[in-house]
T-cell receptor, first 117, second 110 residues
Framework: DADVTQTPRNRITKTGKRIMLECSQT?????MYWYRQDPGLGLRLIYY???????NKGEISDGYSVSRQAQAKFSLSLESAIPNQTALYFC????????????????FGPGTRLLVL | EDKVVQSPLSLVVHEGDTVTLNCSYE??????LLWYKQEKKAPTFLFML????IEKKSGRLSSILDKKELFSILNITATQTGDSAIYLC??????????FGSGTQLTVLP
């Protein structure tokens, strides 16, 4: 079974609709992230959560909201979808590594391809 | 604001060639640099470089970190068509999250 799962894998929606993307992980990590990927722009951070009660905005949080329902679950919502939110969305998890917590490896889900018409 | 710049943006080579991908960064209190390979789906982890480990090697792939000049390179020798992918560099500084570069699209032709 995959360690990080995302649902749905593909979604087509219309402008103005509210949608939710879900992420679950079995790695036992405290840290979870939502990214979007657009051609030529790399991965951009939307929101991140370092534990259930710690949620932070990333560099492009406008138009998005999140919910950390449990350590293993982190959901991303588009309150009113618009066409420029068409992108590939990734969830990731991580834990700090090394004695000083200086390292971090992120494990990615398979991605959700979203098309907003 | 942390910043990661990768070059080139894209690269086309033939099988057997050696390639070098570059990643330069500006971060406050550098902690680690990570390389990922992304094919059609999610990124997969390649290497992590920290102050205590500035050179890593795995098969035909190797990476070094130059903390003085603030860059890292990813080398791939004897390239194969299966190496075609986007290669992402990410850096963690005192900011609480990783900052990713825009990636290098590598295409290896038969």
């Amino acid at each position: 079974d995959a360690d990080v799962t995302q649902t749905p894998r593909n979604r087509i929606t219309k402008t103005g609709k509210r949608i939710m993307l879900e992420c679950s992980q079995t790695k036992g990590h405290d840290r979870m992230y939502w990214y979007r990927q657009d051609p030529g722009l790399g991965l951009r951070l939307i929101y991140y959560s370092f534990d259930v009660k710690d949620i932070n905005k990333g560099e492009i949080s406008d138009g998005y909201s999140v919910s950390r329902q449990a350590q293993a679950k982190f959901s991303l919502s588009l309150e009113s979808a618009i066409p420029n939110q068409t992108a590939l969305y990734f969830c990731a998890t991580s834990d700090l590594e090394g004695l000083a917590g200086q390292g971090e490896t992120q494990y990615f889900g398979p991605g959700t391809r979203l098309l907003v018409l | 604001e942390d910043k990661v710049v990768q070059s080139p943006l894209s690269l086309v080579v033939h099988e057997g060639d050696t390639v070098t991908l570059n990643c330069s960064y500006e971060v406050t209190n550098f902690r680690s640099l990570l390389w990922y390979k992304q094919e059609k789906k999610a990124p997969t982890f390649l290497f992590m470089l920290t102050s205590s480990g500035i050179e890593k090697k795995s098969g035909r792939l190797s990476s070094i970190l130059d903390k003085k000049e603030l860059f890292s390179i990813l080398n791939i020798t004897a390239t194969q068509t299966g190496d075609s992918a986007i290669y992402l560099c990410a850096v963690r500084g005192s900011a609480r999250q990783l900052t990713f570069g825009s990636g290098t699209q590598l295409t290896v032709l038969p």
